[in-house]
């Protein structure tokens, strides 16, 4: 006698769900992967972009240049004949605490008179007008080269007094200042010396230290009594220092005279 057979066949469509749930896993875990790599770099990209512009501004506002004061002095050919305007400014610079060194080929001398301005750049810089100052030497001495700023002119861009400005150290304890690669340090202290011939002025023979012998060429400037004086010195990188004054109403018997501050 024969047993009765019977078969059942079930269905279950679990698995078919569970491969598309780990489908999905797989692909969320994929987004999630490229998103982090992207934010990833994009963090990165932004951090270093946010320290170079940190070192930036930092650097813009701390490097500022101190204008510790401002003599003129009058042309003469004897002590009783005298200029009845400032020739020359003696301009003593020097750094604030903290700043970052400063290159004084970089840096520009704006000054006016009211009616007249120069933008003065130094004697070694030959970037901005195409020529250095002309008879400029960086193994002269820094008397040498004033006494070329107030004499000497060529074709291009024209007489030394209306373009260019030379300087000297004062203090300079790591030797940093050299007449071809002037840098000022913080603790650093410096001259620099800005024409103002006045075209009256022309036939004198000596100005401060400098024998010009009646050589030295005309400004464009005018400082005479109660003459209202704007000087505006900008560095590569950091903030503008100004200095302006009005000069006495009369120098009377003095050679050099105190205008700043």
């Known amino acids: 006698m024969k047993s009765n057979r019977k078969s059942n066949l079930c269905t279950n469509t679990s698995a078919q769900v569970g491969i598309g749930t780990l489908i999905i896993f797989i692909a969320m875990v994929l987004v999630a992967a490229v998103a982090a790599a992207v934010l990833i770099q994009t963090s990165g990209t932004l951090q270093q972009k946010a320290q170079s512009t940190g070192k930036q ?65 130094y004697g070694n810089n030959d970037k901005t007008y195409g020529y250095t100052m002309k008879d400029f030497s960086t193994s002269a001495t820094a008397a040498t080269n004033l006494d070329k700023l107030l004499t000497s002119t060529q074709a291009t861009p024209g007489d030394n007094a209306k373009y260019y400005f030379t300087a000297d ?61 704007s000087i505006v010195i900008t560095p590569e990188s950091g903030v503008t220092t100004m ?9 009377g018997t003095k050679e050099t005279v105190s205008l700043y501050p």
């Not at 036939?203 to 003459?227: H, Y």
């Open 169 to 229: 150290k004062i203090r300079d304890e790591d030797s940093s200042f050299t007449q071809g690669k002037p840098v000022l340090n913080t603790g650093d202290l410096a001259t620099f010396y800005v024409s103002t011939v006045s075209g009256s002025d022309t036939a004198f023979t000596d100005i401060g230290n400098s024998n010009v012998a009646g050589a030295q060429k005309d400004s464009g400037l005018d400082v005479g009594p109660r003459t209202s004086v």
């Open 57 to 121: 501004a930092t650097q813009e506002v701390s490097s500022n240049l101190i204008v510790k004061g401002i003599e003129g002095v009058r042309a003469k050919t004897s002590s009783t004949n005298m200029s009845s305007n400032i020739d020359l400014l003696i301009l003593k610079i020097g750094l604030n605490v903290g700043s970052s060194p400063v290159d004084v080929n970089q840096v520009v001398i704006s000054i006016t008179d009211g009616t007249t301005t120069n933008n003065l750049i």
């Open 243 to 251: 200095a302006d004054f009005l000069t006495p109403s009369s120098y």
